[in-house]
């Protein structure tokens, strides 16, 4: 049979038996439309949660928190914990880890003042906390350049901060005779202090919220960070001194309170503040993993280094959407089943009604594959239409529930613009999906088409 | 004298040969045995006629011949083919090449046009033929309904039906026509029609007609008989137009001829390999065609069993 011939066959049908054939095309549509709308959800859901909110080609790992708690109470002189050099290379090795990044926390009391700027008065806290992290981890910044240590440059020399330019301070550790001018310290802060700020902090002392487009703005903010003291206490070595940071942009990689700087300069002055000991080991390690999947090996790595996931969350997000996703999924497919056996209805009767129809195409010379050939073909139309529009009617769908989302709800930390992902493939496994389905349901009638005794033709009328 | 040259040179192969073919049907201990050992064999160009009664194996036998029943046993080649051995496919293609089938009951499709009916075959059956829709028109106009052709089967009278499934059998210029009691669904005026019809058919393309008929009426077509009973060949009649074989067999004594050998036909037609060539002798073919026509205007009222004295 050419295909052209198919395409007359299929193209009677379609006309003269149209009534049941959109019915059963209606089931697919139905199952089709389902499916794609959970995918897309879910895709959406796990590109906002893991991507967003809980970014999990990475996994940041820590010394196990318990046995140093104990140690702790033993101890004589207090030995900070800490990632050190070796256990950082053998996470290197770890197959999947595509990069190490040493995290190093502030060591130092601190306490900063500043902003004057975008609130119209000087706000502070006699608490600052802090880490130093790797240029390379805040790339996702929109201006990542500035995120770079500023004595890279050595600047001139000076004993205070009149020395140098209006905008710089002199950098000069505790015991150094002199130091040099350097910029401010650059630093970045995390999506989630900004939430904070604006929903706890800025109500309460009557300050403009920063979040949207003042997250730009706080770009500039400038504060001085004092070192050496705090609220809590005095460090036991160093002098207090008064350095200028200037926030550069907001992260993802920036520690949830508090701000970000670069490694480098935690480091320098861990060891003006808690000693060359304490900067040489590191309080955690972010690992980025390429595949994401590696991220379970390098946990098992880490586990055996007596270092444990900073944030389980991460995975419990994962297995969960995973989990709900594949319960859609599920449902879906129970619709597209049920699909199926709508189709495998609609062919049956077509086939018994036309089993005289049958019997005299096989008479003037039609093969028994000729037969399942057309009814599977008839079956792909069926499931190519119904899937197509199943599809379309997913999208129509995912649009007006990006719509109502964006009149009804709230801001709210993380909301996206849209909660689905329509990925090309994803059209293409529906289609698939739908097709698969309308020939299972006509794999039955089409098997028995073919059975169809050509002999029959004979004996009664069609 | 013909036949007797003929003799002489190889025997052109049988279009239809059975040996001990039988079909049964239902479960073993209820077994209806429809067939029961039949041995014949059909030559180019032969007109065969299948008598019984109702329930005699008839219509099965029939399935056999066209290859639509494979569930028999025995031997039973098709132009040369053991039917035993084709795939689906190659049988499929056998039958939509070299048969056409012509039912009962017609067989029309009625979501169809009377032309889109006629051309169904060409759906299917092996190569796409070029010029298939000027075939198409070409057998309509030979039964005489291309006026009808975009008529709706369900728009015409049972003869005119008969005719529309006449050409759809027609359509790929078949070898073999298997028709199953054609003129059993029509009255007597319009069934003389289409045995006229067939009669044309059969002088013009010298196609090979086995017919299942109850009707005795058909044999002024020419063709032997044979007769069925209870699944079993009982009994074989010679054609009554097979006067050169009669005249040898009987040393003239036509109308007594008993002894008619279904070869002489094929034998005689071995040189005459065009299709369109007379079979008989002029004056035959001559009274036939006259007759068909006639028969065709006038809708059958004389006698028209072409007698071999008539030839005489
Ligand atoms: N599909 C079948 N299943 C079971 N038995 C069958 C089947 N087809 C035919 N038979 C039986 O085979 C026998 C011959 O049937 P068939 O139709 O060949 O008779 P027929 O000579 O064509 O009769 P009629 O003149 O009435 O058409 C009958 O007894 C019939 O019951
Ligand atoms: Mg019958």
């Known amino acids: 049979m050419t295909l052209r011939a198919l395409m007359v066959l299929l193209g009677r049908d379609l006309a003269r038996t149209r009534g049941p054939l959109v019915t059963a095309g209606f089931g697919i549509a139905v199952g089709v439309a389902a499916l794609v709308f959970f995918l897309a959800l879910g895709l959406g859901a796990q590109r906002v949660l893991l991507g967003d909110v809980f970014p999990i080609d990475q996994v940041e790992l820590e010394p196990q928190k318990t046995s140093v708690g104990v140690l702790s109470l033993f101890g004589g002189e207090y030995q900070a914990p800490g990632v050190g050099p070796e256990a950082l290379a053998e996470l290197r090795q770890v197959p999947g880890v595509a990069a190490v990044y040493p995290k190093l926390r502030f060591r130092f009391p601190s306490s900063a003042r500043g902003g004057a700027e975008i609130f119209g008065k000087e706000i502070g806290t006699h608490e600052m906390l802090g880490d130093g992290i790797d240029a390379a981890l805040v790339s996702d910044l929109e201006d990542s350049a500035r995120f770079v240590d500023p004595l890279t440059t050595p600047g001139k020399s000076c004993l205070t901060d009149a020395d140098c330019a209006a905008k710089d301070y002199c950098e000069r550790p505790s015991d150094a005779p002199s130091g040099q001018c350097s910029a401010p310290v650059p630093a970045v802060i995390s999506r989630y202090l900004v939430e904070v700020f604006d929903h706890a902090v800025a109500p309460a002392h009557g300050l403009p919220p920063v979040a949207g487009t003042l997250v730009r703005q706080a770009k500039g903010v400038e504060f001085r960070m004092t070192l050496g003291t705090s609220l809590l206490g005095v460090a036991p070595r160093g002098k207090v001194r008064t350095v200028k940071i200037q926030v550069v942009g907001v992260s993802d990689r920036a520690v949830d309170l508090g701000v970000t700087l670069p490694i480098e300069v935690v480091r320098r002055w861990n060891d003006e503040y808690a000693g060359e000991e304490a900067s040489r080991r590191y309080s955690s390690v972010v690992v980025r993993t390429d595949p994401p999947s590696a991220t379970s090996r390098v946990i098992e790595r880490g586990a055996a280094l007596g270092l444990v996931p900073t944030d389980t969350r991460a995975r419990d997000v994962s297995v969960l959407v995973s989990g709900v996703l594949a319960l859609l999924v599920l449902v879906s497919s129970v619709i597209l089943l049920v699909g199926a056996l709508n189709i495998s209805h609609t062919f049956r009767m077509l086939v018994s009604e036309r089993s005289g129809e049958i019997a005299l195409y096989r008479a003037l010379g039609a093969s028994a594959r000729d037969m399942r050939r057309w009814l599977f073909s008839l079956a792909t139309v069926v499931g190519l239409v119904g899937g197509l529009v199943g599809a379309g009617v997913a999208r129509l769908c995912a649009l007006l529930a990006d719509w109502r989302a964006a009149v009804d709800l709230p801001a709210f930390p993380f909301k996206p613009d849209s909660f689905f992902d329509f990925p090309p493939w994803l059209f293409l496994l529906a289609t698939g999906f739908a097709i698969a389905f309308a020939w299972l349901g006509a794999l039955g009638p089409a098997l028995r088409a073919a059975r169809t005794d050509p002999a029959s033709a004979l004996g009664r009328p069609v | ?312």
């Open chain 2, 1 to 312: 004298m013909k036949a007797r040259d003929s003799q002489s040179r190889p025997e052109r192969a049988p279009i239809i040969r059975a040996r001990q073919v039988s079909r049964r049907f239902g479960a073993r201990g209820a077994e209806c045995t429809a067939v029961s050992g039949v041995s014949f064999q059909v030559q180019p160009g032969e007109v065969v006629l299948l008598f019984g009664p109702s329930g005699s194996g008839k219509s099965t036998l029939l399935g056999l011949l066209g290859g639509l029943d494979r569930a028999y046993t025995g031997q039973l080649e098709l132009f040369g083919q053991d039917l035993g051995r084709l795939s689906d496919r190659a049988l499929s293609a056998l039958r939509g090449e070299r048969i056409g089938f012509v039912f009962q009951s017609f067989h029309l499709l009625e979501h169809l046009s009377v032309k889109d009916n006629v051309l169904a075959p060409s759906l299917f059956a092996g190569a796409p033929l070029p010029d298939i829709d000027r075939r198409a028109d070409e057998v309509l106009e030979r039964v005489g309904l291309l006026a009808r052709a975009a008529d709706s089967p369900s728009q015409l009278s049972g003869g005119q039906r008969q005719r529309v499934a006449i050409a759809r059998a027609l359509l790929r210029r078949p070898k073999l026509m298997l028709c199953d009691e054609p003129t059993g669904n029509l009255d007597r005026q319009t069934g003389e029609s289409i045995i006229d019809l067939f009669g044309e058919l059969h002088a013009e393309l010298g196609t090979t007609f086995v017919i299942v008929t109850h009707e005795e009426r058909l044999r002024r077509l020419g063709g032997r008989a044979l007769h069925l009973e209870d699944g079993q060949l009982v009994r074989e009649e010679p054609g009554i137009l097979d006067d050169q074989t009669q005249a040898e067999a009987t040393q003239g004594d036509a109308s007594q001829g008993e002894a008619a050998s279904s070869h002489s036909q094929s034998t005689e037609r071995d040189d005459e390999r065009g299709d369109h060539e007379p079979r008989r002798d002029a004056a035959q073919a001559e009274a036939a065609q006259g007759e068909a026509t006639r028969g065709d205007a006038h809708g059958g009222q004389a006698p028209r069993v072409a007698r071999a004295e008539d030839v005489e």
